[in-house]
């Protein structure tokens, strides 16, 4: 895919201290949903609707769907009807370009720009309790399904960008995605599992959060820990790193609601 | 908003144990976390949960700020009669949540 | 001695809901003896001086979890659960917590089984204690130990 410098190699070659060690991309049938990388009774409690957290979440969507909002007085349902049909397979295929506005939008920018534009609504505030609360019922309806971002003319220049911040080393301690989350996926970071870093379940309730959480604020978050630059919500390179990472994910299957540590 | 869960069976066999599991929003708030300013976050969790069963008090539990946010209880109860379940949330700040579930039992 | 944990608290790091009280440049140097008493004093309050007999509970905590925020506990104790012989109460302690009770839970011939499922905050690796009161006085217990580790990567709160 990307041109992979050679440094990692020699320096693993010259038996430098460096700890990571050079591989290339997972393999499609090596990858694995953060899922695995959990204790049984963490996995339990995505399995089952009635202990998972993010269920009220989804409860609190289900109500958000159907109320009639804004200058339009219009709820989600009045224009798309039962949510399970009509939302089916949405969440697999997002992040997806939006020709009127001609750019890569998320899930959440999806549903804000309805409420602008459709419900004439003040669109939500990024990880409010409403927009996670649309985002997770929606995410919800493509439980089960593959993973199935498109990827055409449109959309090939933003997965490139994503793909070349994935692999970009940055902050402090110049550091990239790739080096983790390929190289070193199952291996342990003081003491904690390195997962693969797929996002086959967002938005998903994190303990660490004690609550649910969006992509976005994960990669905010783990830009933090990285010592790198962090972005706004909604900017465009979080979202071309959404679409390079749904289409690492591609086939995989969507868990949202999810239960991470 | 505050969210609740019960998972329960609709209907069972009379003397049947039932398993019932409910989950309620609610951040549980310890009252020992600071914000990056230092001010103390107080203390805001859910002290109890009340099952009444027919009117009748079947289960309860005294919570602390060592149960996690977005609380899980789950516990048993025997069919005894149809009729309805009701569920209480009591916490801090006039935290006061109900719901009901009815139950048919033959 | 600091532990990592002392330390990264000091520094701010605040990624535990439950963990020393409150962000100061130093923890009382013999906290773990105040928890401990703490722990002492509410196991007094239940039990009194009454025997404590360790069986008939069974507590459940996984050895190693995935984040302190939230640990799955689930306790259950061997009775008839019949209007002469059934389990009155449980009650859940921690030794190093801020704060020693983290569940009562109070049950009847009605309850069919005496248990219970939730999940707990632990601030530390530390032996959790369940304690049962039973409709003739007396009382058991068990206990489990569990490892508690902090993430990789603290957020400091961030949204």
Known sequence: MSARSGCLVLAAAAGAVLQFTHAAEIAPAERRSGYEYMGRDTRLMQDDDATNPGMLWVLDGETLWKRKAGAAERSCQDCHGEAPASMRGVAARYPAFDAARGALVNLEQRINACRSERQKAEPFKYESRELLALTVYVGLQSRGLPIAPTIDEKTRPFLDAGDKFFHLRQGQINLSCAQCHDDNAGHRLAGTPIPQGHPTGYPLYRLEWQSVGSLQRRLRNCLFGMRAQSYEFGAPQLVELELYLMWRARDMKIETPAVRP | ?106 | MTTRRQFLLAAGGVGLSVGAAGVRAQRAPNEEALRKAAYQEALHKVVGDAQLRRGRVKLELPPLIDNGNSVPLAVAVESPMTAADYVKAIHVFTQKNPLPDVVSAYFGPRAGRARLQTRVRLADSQTVVAVAQMSDGSFWTDSTDVVVTLSACLEDGLI
Not at chain 2, 44 to 60: A, K, L, Q, T
Request: hydrophobic letters at 45%; aromatic letters at 8%; proline letters at 6%.
């Open chain 2, 1 to 106: 908003m505050s969210r609740v869960v019960i998972t329960m069976p609709k209907q069972a066999r009379p003397g049947e144990i039932i398993e019932i599991k409910t989950l309620a929003a609610h951040a549980m708030e310890t009252g020992f976390r600071r914000t990056e300013r230092g001010e103390l976050l107080p203390r805001d969790i859910i002290r109890r949960f009340v099952c009444s069963y027919n009117g009748v008090e079947v289960f309860r539990a005294e919570l602390h700020p060592a149960i996690a946010a977005n609380p899980l209880i789950a516990f048993n109860t025997v069919a005894t009669e149809s009729g309805t379940l009701s569920f209480q949330w009591i916490g801090d700040n006039g935290f006061a949540v109900t719901e009901t579930a009815p139950i048919r039992v033959e």
